[in-house]
Every structure is written in structure tokens, then in C-alpha cells.
């Protein structure tokens, strides 16, 4: 069951980037992002509502809550979507990549149980290698601009890996969808004003049926299923499995881009998804290796 949860989540999470590409032809980024949270606080509301799901209680729920939040979707996603305009998507997506890297040595700080070993170091270098090599063509940095934006996207990386860790540490008696929601609440809040102030008023935009397909993608299956889903598989796996995610979805985005944008789908991209498959099972299969490897020095 849990694998099964990490794949839908790769696979999710690996096709908004297509939505995201689609729905940036008509809408500027930080409004896109601000219609898609707001749409997404409004169901995941809703559904609270309809299943009597208890909200937090106490100050330091909401304080949790609120820092998450703020860390999650108001740096984060703030920074990934100012971020594009002067970087590549597939620098960004390498970037981003550092969330298990900054996840693992967190870790370290708030869950002792999960310690950094050398077999998951060396796992999360083969994983960015293996994104670096599927998007070899992209990684460049040709002004000021684009060095200030790859800077953001390892600062968003950083959030959205502190905002798991702390969520995990200390959110694991709050409902799933509690937690997704009051998230969104205290992090969301910031984006829209930003947008407001940057991009003028939502009502005057071009909201074609594919921006408005890409918005209802990307907050119901891109945002209330998956961080629904995630926070559960989060409580139930360690942190650094959980966030092999950030590996994989770069690798599902390109080829999905080949199937449904025609984009030109390099040589390169199956050595590096080789590789980013072979980081993943290093971490998630580890025990499985250790236990393989202790039976047959056993035998010998």
C-alpha cells in the first residue's frame, strides 16, 4: 500500500508540470498558482466539512501549521514560479532535486531514529546526477537574473524539505487533511497578495478552457490528493523515502512532455533515468540490500 502511494505521487506530481507548462500560455505564474490554492483550500474545506474532520486545536498545532505553511507554499512555490522566469525548467527541476539532500540532514536534527548513512549519501548523489544528465542541455546560467533565481530554487528546496521534517516530527496527530488545509490557509495567503500586487487584478485574465482544465488538475489531483496523500505516506515511511519523490517526478515530466507536448525526448534521458531509478532503490530498498548482503556473508 505504501509503495502504491508513492507511485501515484510520483506520477501526479511528475504530470503538473505538464498542466503548469499548459496553463503558463494564458495565466502569469503567481495568480495561476494563487487560483489553484485558493480552488484547492475550498475542496479539501468542503470535504473537512462533509466528514466532521477535526481541526487543530491548540496554539501550538496552528503555530506548527503556520510555519509549515509559510515554509511549504509561501517561500516555495513563490520562489519556484518567480524563479522560471529567468532559469530553464529543467535547471529548476535539478534544483529541486536538493529537497532529499536538505530532507536527509534535517533529519538529522529532528528524527534521530533516521540517521544519515553512507548508502543514502551516495544514493541522493547518484539521484541528482541522474537529473542533471536528463536535462545536461539546460543547466546554464547566462546572467545576474538566472544566478538569483537558481539561488531561490535551492531556497525553496530547503523550505519545502524544513516544512516536511518539522510536519512529520511534530504534525502526527493531526488528520492529514487538517494538515493540507491549514497549510494552505497560513501560506496561501501571502502568494495572493504578492500576485495582486505583481499581476493586477485575476477577473482580467484569459481563461481558456485549457488554463481552466490546468487549474482544476493541478488543485485537486495536484494539490488536495497529493499533500493528502504524502502527509499520510509521510507518517508511515521514513522522510528521506518520502522524498525520493522530488527525483523522480523531473524524469516522469520529460516524458510526458514527449507524449503530449512533442517535445524531443534526448538520448541522455534514459541514462539518467537509469540512474535516478537506481538512487531511488538504494534508499527505499535498502533494508532489503542489507539483509541480502548480510545472508550471503553469513553463507560464505
Same mark, same amino acid.
Given at each position: 500500500?505504501?509503495?502504491?502511494?508513492?507511485?501515484?505521487?510520483?506520477?501526479?506530481?511528475?504530470?503538473?508540470?505538464?498542466?503548469?507548462?499548459?496553463?503558463?500560455?494564458?495565466?502569469?505564474?503567481?495568480?495561476?498558482?494563487?487560483?489553484?490554492?485558493?480552488?484547492?483550500?475550498?475542496?479539501?474545506?468542503?470535504?473537512?466539512?462533509?466528514?466532521?474532520?477535526?481541526?487543530?486545536?491548540?496554539?501550538?498545532?496552528?503555530?506548527?501549521?503556520?510555519?509549515?505553511?509559510?515554509?511549504?507554499?509561501?517561500?516555495?512555490?513563490?520562489?519556484?514560479?518567480?524563479?522560471?522566469?529567468?532559469?530553464?525548467?529543467?535547471?529548476?527541476?535539478?534544483?529541486?532535486?536538493?529537497?532529499?539532500?536538505?530532507?536527509?540532514?534535517?533529519?538529522?536534527?529532528?528524527?534521530?531514529?533516521?540517521?544519515?548513512?553512507? =548508502?543514502?549519501?551516495?544514493? &541522493? !548523489?547518484? $539521484? %541528482?546526477?541522474?537529473?542533471?544528465? *536528463?536535462?545536461?542541455?539546460?543547466? @546554464?546560467?547566462?546572467?545576474?537574473?538566472?544566478?538569483?533565481?537558481?539561488?531561490?530554487?535551492?531556497?525553496?528546496?530547503?523550505?519545502?524539505?524544513?516544512?516536511?521534517?518539522?510536519?512529520?516530527?511534530?504534525?502526527?496527530?493531526?488528520?492529514?487533511?487538517?494538515?493540507?488545509?491549514?497549510?494552505?490557509?497560513?501560506?496561501?495567503?501571502?502568494?495572493?497578495?504578492?500576485?495582486?500586487?505583481?499581476?493586477?487584478?485575476?477577473?482580467?485574465?484569459?481563461?481558456?478552457?485549457?488554463?481552466?482544465?490546468?487549474?482544476?488538475?493541478?488543485?485537486?489531483?495536484?494539490?488536495?490528493?497529493?499533500?493528502?496523500?504524502?502527509?499520510?505516506?509521510?507518517?508511515?515511511?521514513?522522510?528521506?523515502?518520502?522524498?525520493?519523490?522530488?527525483?523522480?517526478?523531473?524524469?516522469?515530466?520529460?516524458?510526458?512532455?514527449?507524449?503530449?507536448?512533442?517535445?524531443? =525526448?534526448?538520448?541522455?534521458? &534514459? !541514462?539518467? $533515468? %537509469?540512474?535516478?531509478?537506481?538512487? *531511488?532503490?538504494?534508499?527505499?530498498? @535498502?533494508?532489503?540490500?542489507?539483509?541480502?548482503?548480510?545472508?550471503?556473508?553469513?553463507?560464505?
Amino acid at each position: 500500500m505504501k509503495f502504491v502511494v508513492w507511485l501515484i505521487l510520483c506520477l501526479i506530481w511528475g504530470t503538473t508540470w505538464l498542466f503548469i507548462k499548459v496553463g503558463l500560455e494564458d495565466l502569469p505564474p503567481l495568480s495561476f498558482a494563487s487560483i489553484r490554492f485558493i480552488l484547492a483550500v475550498i475542496v479539501v474545506g468542503l470535504i473537512i466539512i462533509a466528514n466532521k474532520i477535526p481541526l487543530p486545536k491548540t496554539k501550538r498545532e496552528w503555530k506548527l501549521l503556520a510555519i509549515t505553511g509559510i515554509l511549504q507554499f509561501t517561500i516555495n512555490y513563490s520562489l519556484v514560479f518567480w524563479s522560471e522566469l529567468y532559469i530553464t525548467s529543467g535547471l529548476a527541476a535539478v534544483l529541486q532535486a536538493m529537497i532529499p539532500v536538505f530532507g536527509l540532514v534535517l533529519a538529522w536534527f529532528y528524527l534521530p531514529e533516521e540517521k544519515i548513512t553512507w =548508502l543514502k549519501v551516495i544514493a &541522493l !548523489i547518484i $539521484g %541528482i546526477i541522474g537529473v542533471g544528465i *536528463v536535462f545536461i542541455e539546460q543547466l @546554464r546560467v547566462n546572467s545576474l537574473m538566472a544566478f538569483a533565481g537558481s539561488v531561490a530554487i535551492v531556497i525553496g528546496a530547503y523550505a519545502a524539505a524544513h516544512a516536511s521534517i518539522l510536519t512529520k516530527a511534530k504534525g502526527g496527530d493531526i488528520h492529514p487533511a487538517s494538515l493540507v488545509f491549514g497549510q494552505m490557509v497560513c501560506g496561501v495567503f501571502p502568494v495572493i497578495i504578492i500576485a495582486l500586487f505583481k499581476e493586477g487584478n485575476p477577473f482580467n485574465y484569459n481563461y481558456s478552457w485549457s488554463a481552466i482544465i490546468s487549474i482544476l488538475y493541478l488543485s485537486i489531483f495536484g494539490t488536495v490528493l497529493t499533500f493528502w496523500l504524502y502527509y499520510w505516506l509521510l507518517g508511515k515511511i521514513e522522510s528521506t523515502k518520502a522524498m525520493t519523490i522530488a527525483l523522480v517526478t523531473p524524469l516522469i515530466a520529460v516524458v510526458c512532455g514527449a507524449i503530449f507536448l512533442g517535445e524531443k =525526448l534526448l538520448p541522455q534521458t &534514459l !541514462i539518467g $533515468g %537509469i540512474l535516478i531509478l537506481a538512487s *531511488v532503490g538504494l534508499i527505499v530498498f @535498502r533494508k532489503k540490500i542489507k539483509t541480502v548482503t548480510g545472508e550471503l556473508k553469513t553463507e560464505n
